[in-house]
Each structure stands twice: as C-alpha cells, then as structure tokens.
C-alpha cells in the first residue's frame, strides 16, 4: 500500500524564521509530487507542485525533492503567523489517478 | 471565478434516509473526485471520473455511489446513511487526467449521520 509520511506536529516556529516541512513515500514509482495548505474550516489549497530532483521556488516557498531518498520538502521563508495552517503532501504514482495524501503538518507561526 | 461548488455545505441526517451531496465545477475540467476527511486519517480517495460516464472506485468507496452524466457536476450519494460515514466531504477537480494530483477543492461538505 502506498503511504505518504508527514509529522502531525504541531511545528511552532517564530514570526520571519524559516519553517522546513518534511514528507516521505514508499511508493519508488511516484512521479509528481505537491504541497497543499488547509485552514482551520477549510478546504485544501495548492501551493505547490515538483516532478523532478531538485529546488523549486515560487515566493517565500520551496519544494525540494530528493527521489533517490524518498523525501520531499517544504520550505517557507519569513514565515507570517497567516502561514498558521496544517501543510498536507500529496503524491501521485506513474499510471495512478489516485493520488495519495499524508495526514499533514500542523505549523504554528507565532509573532 | 473558477469554482468547485458543493451542497449542501452542512447536512445532519439519520442512519438509512438516502442523501445526495452535488458538485459541480466551471473549468471544463475533466477529472474530478469525491474525498472523505477524518481527523487522523487524512484525505482518503471515495471515487472519482475521468469524464463523462467514466467513474472508478478509489480507496474508500464501500457505502457511496457516484454518477457522471455531465462534464460539470459530479454528485456523491450515499444510498443508506451510516454513523461511520459523519465525514468532511471535499469534492475536487483538476484540470488534466494526467496530473490529478493539482487539484482545486470545493469549500466541503460536513455531514452527520445520526
């Protein structure tokens, strides 16, 4: 069964510091990878998307993706206590239209 | 504005009184799904459609039916209601069945079952 790892957290940083997010797969098919941010009450919103090794920055925002060890990451510079929300990953496999989500991260920015 | 709308947004019912929750979706997308949110287990995959009259199982679909009959709208129904289906339901979108990992969600559906 493909499953996708995050740590529920809460992970409490300081306003304008750097918040790392981190998720696994066992899944060494996945092929696509993105990062949602969900409020409290609300729906999941995309923030970002990678498919391949490497950084990609949109913003105050990097997803870092390292396939061989599995693992992909989010980064979020200058944090703003708006940042405050649960962070949930999602991977998709080669030839799969499901795509499998973690239970998310909870980040607390406090000022 | 590009939407997923759903409704009813809050719905309390009672165990076996058959209920249909509707989707619909403005951006001509051809994939959408039907997800259920529990605290602890994340977003599980009930069903989803690759388009028209194209619908498949995901990983929790035992209790729901779905139907496709237009591009747009994407209704879930649950048949005979459980107490073990009082979920947040989320429909979503995207806008390519080959990256159905971008997707749009609508604003959820939150359903009792008594």
């Known amino acids: 069964q493909k499953e996708v790892e995050q740590n529920s957290g809460p992970l409490s940083v300081p306003e304008g510091a750097i918040a790392s997010l981190n998720c696994t797969y066992s899944d060494r098919g996945s092929q696509s990878f993105f990062w949602y941010r969900q409020y409290s009450g609300k729906s999941p919103e995309l923030i970002m998307s990678?498919?391949?090794?490497g950084d990609k920055e949109d913003g105050r925002f990097t997803a870092q993706l390292n396939k061989a060890s599995q693992y992909v990451s989010l980064l979020i510079r200058d944090s703003q206590p708006s940042d405050s929300a649960t962070y949930l990953c999602a991977v998709n496999s080669g030839g799969s239209y499901i795509p499998t989500f973690g239970r998310g991260t909870s980040l607390i920015v406090h000022p | 504005e590009a939407q997923v709308t759903q409704n009813p947004r809050y719905l309390i019912t009672v165990t076996g009184k058959k209920l249909t929750v509707t989707c619909s979706q403005n951006m001509n997308h051809e994939y959408m799904s039907w997800y259920r949110q529990d605290p602890g287990l994340g977003l599980r995959q009930i069903y989803y459609s690759m388009n028209v009259e194209v619908t498949d199982k995901g990983d929790v679909p035992e209790g729901y039916k779905v139907s496709r009959k237009e591009k747009r709208n994407f209704p879930l129904i649950l048949e005979s209601p459980s107490p073990n289906q009082t979920s947040l339901y989320f429909c979503?979108?995207?806008?390519?069945?080959?990256?159905?990992?971008?997707?749009?969600f609508g604003e959820g559906s939150r359903l009792t079952v008594l």
């Open positions: 990678i498919y391949s090794n």
């Open positions: 979503a979108s995207s806008h390519s069945n080959y990256n159905t990992g971008e997707l749009f």
